[in-house]
């Protein structure tokens, strides 16, 4: 049984970080790119970071570049998303996704003084 379970998330001051996790299980991890979505309210879904099966390789919104990080670790199955610098624009429910287009439940991150 597949399983996607994100974690870190929670209400931060403008400017401050977090860190998200998503432990995954189930499936072979280190087979597959993983992506960070995330979806304010009113608003559509969107891409927010992606990092290889291998974690060479990864993109970035134009949003979030230079202020976000995505990294992996196959050894605990597992994808990260290190937010700094955070705004209130990325207040959003945020979501992990990969395999076979499978979604975590996602995590609230509300950015707010």
């Known amino acids: 049984q597949v399983q996607f379970v994100e974690s870190g998330g929670g209400l931060v001051q403008p400017g401050g970080s977090l860190r998200l996790s998503c432990a995954t299980s189930g499936f072979t991890f280190s087979d597959y790119p993983m992506n960070w979505y995330r979806q304010a309210p009113g608003k559509e879904r969107e891409l927010v970071a992606v990092?290889?099966?291998?974690?060479?390789?990864?993109r970035y919104a134009d949003s979030v570049k230079g202020r976000f990080t995505i990294s992996r670790d196959n050894t605990k199955d597992t994808v990260y998303l290190q937010m700094d610098s955070l705004k209130p624009e990325d207040t959003a429910v945020y979501y992990c996704?990969?395999?076979?287009?499978?979604w975590g439940q996602g995590i609230q991150v509300t950015v707010s003084s």
């Open positions: 990092i290889s099966g291998s974690g060479s390789a990864t």
């Open positions: 996704n990969g395999w076979q287009n499978y």
